[in-house]
Each structure stands twice: as structure tokens, then as C-alpha cells.
């Protein structure tokens, strides 16, 4: 078994592995980690600002302050399920813990999302909402998502290995989650009882938390704050349980 020193130093190698074949033989490059969300950006302009306007102050501000993160989830969640599939001979090498695969593609998408945050906060100077000392609690909510799909990516990169469907699934999942939560609307467009329900969902208020410090410019409540956390942690231990029960036979099943 490697020495957390060794891990961390293969971890570290495989982010940059990873980041670095995401825009290999392109011409862009690591651009592409910040036009892909700005031309998403604009698409919403034009739809919610021009031809369904939804009547919201400094629009392009409040949409990329969610976007951004909603895009490290999906784009984390939505490749989990290939991962161990797709690297067996890495899966067979002595000492390699299938979770490694998981830590990387969390931090791999996470490294896009840190990428695009200068063009974040261009948008909201543009809109005179410069950051404030509420942006402190970037850190937290960063640590809560990452954890959130940590233990995520463990569920579904293993139960994919048994049955498949859960790859398409997930994608179905996201798709229908994208238009659930509040990204490119305000939660008081939905009547109350749903807006009841999107306070059960840690997604939406983990989104809705990088909102208030970055658009809103003031701390997330704290009740949001420690239902996130704990969230994070219940979702990281069901997706370690799940690994640890099935990894004996995980290479079987390969």
C-alpha cells in the first residue's frame, strides 16, 4: 500500500494528467474550461433576458454565480460512472485504490471550475457587485461539494460496474436536476410547497449558497451552511459504504 506522502504525490500527477487530455489536440487549450461556460452563459441572456424575459436584476451575474459550480457537479457526477470501466488495466496494477479515480476526476473538474472564477468575478464587477467578505465561505462550500462528490462518484462508478444503466441514469438524473434547481430562476417562481421541497435538497442549497456570497455578496445562513455539511457527509459514507462492499468483486465483474 502506497504512503499517504506517495498517494498524494499520484493524485497531484493524475489531476494534471487529466486536466492536460481534456484539451489535448485542441486549438483553444484550457480555454475551452472557460468559453464552454460563457457561451452556455450567453445562450440564457439571450433566452431569459430576450425572448422569455424573466425580469431579473443583473441577469448574467446571478445565473454564472450558479452555473459555475452546477457545472463541477455535473460534469463530475456525469463521467463517474466510466471511470473504473474504462481504466481496468490502471484497476489491476498492485497497490491502486479504485477510489483514486474518483478523487482525481472531483479535483480534475474542480481545477475547470477554479479556472473560470476570474471570468466570475469580471461579471459581477461589470454589474458593480464586487466580492465582499462574504466570499470566505468559498472555501467551505468548495469542501462540502467536494466531499458530496467524493462519496457520489464512489456510488456510481462501482454500482456501474454491475449494471450499467446506472451511467445512463445518472445522465437522465442530471438533466432533469439542471431544470429542478434554481439556476437560471428564482426559487419564488415556484409556488411554496415545491420551494418547501428544494430546502430538502443539498444540491439546490449548496447552489444556492454560492449565490448568496457571490451575487447576494453576504454569508450563507448557517442553517444551510450545517445541513450542507452534513449532507456532504452522509452522501460521502453511503458512497464509501457501497465501495467498500462491492470492491472485492469489482475486478470480477470487469
Known amino acids: 500500500m502506497y504512503s ?8 497531484g500527477h493524475l489531476v494534471r494528467r487529466d486536466f492536460r487530455l481534456h484539451y489535448t489536440g485542441s486549438v483553444l487549450g484550457v480555454l475551452w474550461s472557460v468559453a464552454l461556460p460563457l457561451i452556455q452563459l450567453l445562450v440564457f441572456v439571450f433566452l431569459f433576458g430576450k425572448v422569455v424575459p424573466l425580469d431579473i436584476e443583473d441577469y448574467p451575474a446571478f445565473v454564472f454565480s450558479a452555473l459555475l459550480p452546477w457545472t463541477w457537479f455535473s460534469s463530475s457526477a456525469g463521467s463517474a460512472g466510466n471511470l473504473f470501466t474504462a481504466n481496468r488495466d490502471l484497476l489491476r496494477r498492485p497497490n491502486f485504490a479504485p477510489a483514486t479515480l474518483i478523487v482525481v476526476n472531483t479535483l480534475s473538474n474542480l481545477l475547470t471550475y477554479l ?8 461579471v459581477l464587477a461589470l454589474h458593480g457587485r464586487p466580492p465582499t467578505t462574504a466570499v470566505l465561505a468559498f472555501p467551505l462550500l468548495v469542501l462540502f461539494q467536494g466531499i458530496m462528490l467524493v462519496g457520489l462518484g464512489l456510488a456510481i462508478a462501482t454500482l456501474n460496474v454491475f449494471y450499467r444503466d446506472v451511467g445512463h441514469l445518472t445522465s437522465v438524473a442530471l438533466s432533469l ?49 450545517v445541513y450542507c455539511s452534513v449532507a456532504s457527509l452522509v452522501v460521502a459514507g453511503a458512497g464509501f459504504w457501497i465501495y467498500r462492499l462491492q470492491r472485492p468483486h469489482v475486478m470480477d465483474a470487469l
Open 4 to 11: 499517504p506522502t506517495h498517494q498524494f504525490e499520484l493524485i
Open 177 to 225: 436536476l439542471f431544470y429542478l434547481i434554481p439556476i437560471f430562476y428564482r426559487p419564488l417562481k415556484l409556488g411554496a410547497a415545491y420551494s418547501g421541497l428544494l430546502l430538502w435538497n443539498p444540491i439546490a442549497r449548496l447552489i444556492q449558497s454560492y449565490r448568496e456570497i457571490f451575487f447576494y455578496q453576504r454569508a450563507p445562513d448557517w442553517e444551510s451552511m
Open 115 to 122: 479556472v473560470s472564477l476570474p471570468i466570475l468575478l469580471v
